[in-house]
């Protein structure tokens, strides 16, 4: 009720005058700071002097010197580490040429010329023999392997070159009794038409479970591979192992995706057991090659890491 008293009509506080629209106002009439009060405003007075704080400045001057370089070492330290924990581009390029011959140039220039033949069914003392044939492949293989690993060492595998060797010339022996390719580097070489089952159309079926053996055989490699050093090895050794490994993998994963296919005499197919089997034995080799190259401080090979079983994987799902 005071409030109201004071100020006569209401609660509500005086609104200051404003000038209107039209009305002049008098700039000379409008009060300014004194000097004295904006000189106090001023935050660093010292900032600028008339020359008595030149050896502060130059002294301001070396530190930004020092700080700037000392910012550009570390900033190499930093590009040192990145190089050290990330690989390059490069590292992610082909580093093998998978149309080079594991022996010679000639033995897949030959194989090569050879178209597929049409191939027939084994009798069945013929299945007899090659099932007797691959078991004891299989029994020789391990044997080294056991005695490679200290029962008697100069009768195992001097390196991993010779156990790949030794596989290949099985898949290969296995791999004619079903197409009729002597030599399954063919499957990789250049200006080869890529093989469908409409290609095999109204063939005669070489099946009698060969495809067992193949399995086997990526399996036990799955196994023995990582039994072999490579840091022991030079630099060319190393590549020359390398290459035959990738290649091997390569075939084979070259093999079951035709089989998968249904792309061989008779378009027989895996069964979906196999298939299953295999892409288990694929995921893992996937993932113990990797490990391998880690283990021996070996940089790059990631195109042909992702290479491994590609084309398996895809078709098993």
Same mark, same amino acid.
């Given at each position: 009720m005071a409030y109201r008293e004071m100020n006569g009509t209401g609660s509500t506080p005086?609104?200051?005058?404003?000038? !209107?629209?039209?009305? $002049?106002?008098?700039?000379?009439?409008?009060?300014?700071?004194?000097?004295?009060?904006?000189?106090?405003?001023?935050?660093?007075?010292?900032?600028?002097?008339? !020359?008595?704080?030149? !050896?502060?400045?130059g002294q301001e001057e070396e530190d930004s010197k020092g700080h700037t370089?000392?910012? =550009?070492?570390?900033?190499?330290?930093?590009?040192?580490?990145?190089?050290?924990? *990330?690989?390059?581009?490069?590292?992610f390029q082909p580093r093998i040429n998978v149309h080079s011959p594991f022996a010679s140039t000639e033995q897949l220039s030959q194989a090569g010329q050879r178209p597929t033949q049409s191939r027939r069914r084994l009798s069945s003392s013929q299945q007899s023999k090659f099932v007797s044939y691959c078991d004891e492949q299989l029994m020789y293989v391990q044997r080294k392997m056991v005695q490679n690993r200290g029962l008697n060492v100069n009768q195992g595998y001097a390196s991993l070159? $010779?156990?790949?060797?030794?596989?290949?010339?099985?898949?290969?022996?296995?791999? *004619?009794?079903?197409? /009729?390719?002597?030599?399954?580097?063919?499957?990789? !070489? =250049? /200006?080869?038409?890529?093989?469908?089952?409409?290609?095999?159309? /109204?063939? =005669?079926?070489?099946?009698? /479970? =060969?495809?067992?053996?193949?399995?086997?055989?990526?399996?036990? *490699?799955?196994d023995y591979m990582d039994k072999f050093s490579l840091e022991e090895l030079d630099d060319?050794?190393?590549?020359?192992?390398?290459?035959?490994?990738?290649?091997?993998?390569?075939?084979?994963?070259?093999?079951?995706?035709r089989l998968i296919d249904g792309a061989v005499p008779g378009q027989y197919k895996l069964s979906g057991t196999d298939k299953v089997r295999l892409s288990g034995i694929a995921e893992r080799t996937r993932?113990?090659?990797?490990?391998m190259l880690e283990r021996a401080h070996i940089r790059g090979y990631h195109y042909e890491v992702t290479k491994i079983y590609e084309e398996t994987l895809d078709r098993c799902g």
């Open positions: 005086r609104t200051p005058e404003h000038a !209107g629209p039209d009305q $002049d106002i008098h700039m000379k009439e409008v009060k300014r700071i004194p000097e004295q009060e904006m000189l106090d405003l001023e935050l660093n007075p010292d900032l600028e002097s008339d !020359g008595g704080d030149e !050896g502060e400045v370089a000392g910012t =550009q070492s570390s900033k190499r330290t930093l590009d040192d580490s990145i190089d050290e924990v *990330f690989d390059h581009s490069a590292d070159v $010779d156990l790949i060797l030794d596989l290949k010339k099985l898949v290969d022996f296995i791999w *004619f009794s079903i197409d /009729g390719c002597s030599n399954t580097e063919v499957l990789l !070489g =250049q /200006g080869i038409e890529r093989r469908v089952a409409e290609d095999y159309e /109204g063939t =005669q079926n070489t099946n009698f /479970g =060969q495809s067992y053996y193949l399995i086997r055989i990526s399996d036990d *490699f799955l060319e050794s190393r590549r020359s192992t390398l290459s035959r490994l990738f290649k091997m993998l390569l075939i084979l994963d070259k093999i079951f995706a993932v113990k090659v990797p490990n």
